[in-house]
């Protein structure tokens, strides 16, 4: 389980880069005061996601626009065809937790 940061410090609308020791980095995502995460690196490039733009439940791949759902990690418009990875995220207290070990539901 990482520890992504705290609830405040993502605001709703807004995305953050998770940088990992051991694997490649998460992006973290704040819709409407919801957290969801999924994999950082986009499946049509070397494009962090962190960096595109969040319009509801799609992040915008900011290469190429693209579009992934960061609930479930599909991809949603092309060039993007191959899927991300999410994964579930847990609050605790003020902070917030993504399980990578677990992918989150479909
Ligand atoms: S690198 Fe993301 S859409 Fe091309």
Redesign the pocket.
């Known amino acids: 389980m990482l520890k992504a940061c705290r609830v405040d410090d993502v605001e709703p609308g807004d995305t953050l880069q998770l940088i990992c020791d051991d694997r490649p980095p998460i992006a973290l995502y704040n819709v409407d005061g919801t957290f969801y995460a999924t994999d950082d690196i986009?499946?049509?490039?070397?494009?962090s996601?962190a960096d595109?733009l969040l319009e509801g439940c799609a992040i915008e791949?900011?290469?190429?626009?693209?579009?992934f759902d960061v609930r479930t990690g599909e991809a949603l418009t092309?060039?993007?065809v191959d899927k991300i990875n999410a994964y579930p995220v847990k609050i605790e207290g003020d902070h917030v937790y993504v399980l990578l070990h677990e992918t989150a539901p479909a």
Request: with cysteine; net charge neutral.
């Open positions: 986009c499946s049509h490039g070397d494009a996601l595109g791949c900011p290469f190429h626009a693209g579009t092309r060039p993007c």
